[in-house]
């Protein structure tokens, strides 16, 4: 049935006038799934360079905030991909989907060489910098980043073609193929840590994550539904100053988006080092990355909603696109409640999975007790966020991360770090500032000016 739906012009149009919640989940779930498959990936490696260690594992833990706030430069790309192919593809226009996606790739290959520079010459330094110059943390985090941000442009590659895919209403071939990653990295990841220690991990995700972007590239061109969509790099490229430099406006507030929400907990990460504690420290990464296996569903249905509101926009369906994103809010947070019950009820186990016991999991233990509830509204925080992104608007959501993400938790932090306060006080703050990206979300949403934005094709 997935194969029928939002492929070509005449099957979009069809759809349009059915279930709404039905169409949601029907391109949904395989992007949830597939932000599942992403956040395992991630908790493959965690796993395993957990038993190295509460060092390495501190280690890791801050090169990975690090890692993914420099990762989500690309996080723009993506959305600008999203906001193009799918108006593209809702107005039938496959003519210029392979121009899109080939002016994304550009876009994509300045970001991944800026990174590349970034790790060759100031990876040691950025890691001092973040464990306050505990110089064995410091020595096993650049050991881990250095591989991962040389190699970026392998991740940017199954990143937008992954998107790309979802964009044309096809997010079930980058799902198995995310799958196939997740088997090569679960294999790979012993395998290297055992030949070379924590930097193996890094290698064994670039590797399986380089296979699952050529084996996209291998289906763009062989898939008929991908060949009837125009889903193809350019063969007689033509340079389009005016596409890449609106392509760009609107990836441009997008990446400071995943920058800033990154940026926030890299800085957190780096303001709880004023503990003075591994404990404290691993903790935490543990427990940020947990927390981003409720908020990959809430992504997922988030990224939904940006595919489903640019294809309804170019089909000149404004309406539907208005109860798309209701329907997405509510069952967003009915998702998020119940990951915050599994996390609430269950968080000694998921916690031990990782490694974490004594005042680790204690730590983690507080954690669990107070943010996943806030999460709740930070998934349907994402919906809203994400319409307005699908509509090519994107510096709405950008202030709210900036507000929410980084002025008040980062501001609870300090106080509560430069106090000797209990570090619960930096998890309420947390949630509070999850509360205050809510809000800041659902007004710019409700003021309805992403309704009025339209793009160029052209």
């Known amino acids: 049935m997935t194969d029928n739906v939002t492929t070509e012009t005449t099957s979009l149009k069809k759809e ?131 591989p991962m941000l040389i190699g970026t442009v392998l991740i940017m ?81 033509k340079w389009n100053g005016k596409l890449f430099g609106q392509m760009a406006a609107v990836a441009g507030p997008s990446s400071l988006q995943g920058c800033i929400r990154n940026f926030g907990l890299m800085l957190m990460t780096a303001v709880i080092a004023g503990y003075m504690s591994h404990e404290i420290t691993a903790a935490y990464g543990i427990c940020t990355r947990t927390d981003m296996i409720g908020l990959m569903v809430a992504m997922g249905l988030a990224q939904a909603v940006c595919v489903l509101v640019g294809q309804n926009l170019g089909s000149g369906d404004v309406k539907r696109a208005e109860r798309t994103v209701r329907y997405a809010a509510i069952l967003t947070a009915i998702i998020m409640a119940i990951v915050a019950v599994i996390f609430i009820t269950a968080g000694p186990a998921i916690l031990a999975f990782f490694g974490a016991k004594g005042e680790v999991l204690s730590i983690g233990l507080s954690w669990m007790a107070i943010v996943p509830l806030a999460s709740i509204l930070m998934g349907t925080a994402f919906t809203f966020g994400y319409a307005m992104n699908g509509a090519g608007l ?48 659902f007004a710019f949403y409700k003021s309805g000016m992403w309704k009025r934005r339209t793009l160029r094709l052209e």
Do not use: C
């Not at 924590?198 to 995700?205: H, N, Q, R, V």
């Not at 699952?212 to 063969?235: D, E, H, N």
């Open 16 to 146: 349009s006038g059915g279930i709404i919640l039905k169409s949601l989940l029907i391109v949904a779930i395989p992007i949830i799934i597939g932000n599942l498959l992403e956040a395992v990936t991630e908790i493959v490696d965690m796993h395993f360079i957990g038993t190295l260690g509460n060092v390495a594992m501190a280690g890791a833990s801050t090169a990975m905030s690090i890692s993914m706030l420099l990762m989500m430069l690309l996080l723009g790309v993506a959305i600008a991909v999203a906001a193009y192919i799918s108006r593209a593809h809702g107005m039938g226009d496959t003519e210029h989907v392979a121009s899109i996606l080939t002016h994304a790739l550009i876009l994509g290959l300045i970001i991944s060489a800026v990174i590349a520079v970034v790790g060759i010459f100031f990876t040691d330094n950025i890691m001092s910098f973040m464990t306050r110059g505990v110089a064995d943390t410091a020595a096993a985090g650049a050991s881990w980043l250095q």
């Open 394 to 441: 994107t510096w709405p959501g950008m202030i709210g991360i900036l507000a929410g993400q980084i002025a008040v938790p980062v501001s609870v932090a300090l106080f509560a770090v430069n106090n000797g306060l209990p570090v619960v006080i930096v998890f309420i703050g947390v949630a509070a500032g999850i509360v205050v990206n809510f809000i800041i979300d």
């Open 157 to 237: 590659l199954l990143f937008l073609l992954t998107i790309a895919f979802q964009s044309i209403g096809k997010p079930i071939v980058p799902m198995f193929v995310l799958l196939g990653v997740n088997v090569v990295n679960a294999i790979l990841n012993p395998v290297l840590i055992g030949v070379m220690g924590l930097p193996g991990s890094a290698y064994a995700t670039l590797i399986a994550r380089g296979l699952g972007a050529v084996a996209l590239i291998v289906l763009m061109y062989t898939l008929p539904s991908a060949k009837a969509a125009g889903l193809r790099f350019a063969r007689h490229f």
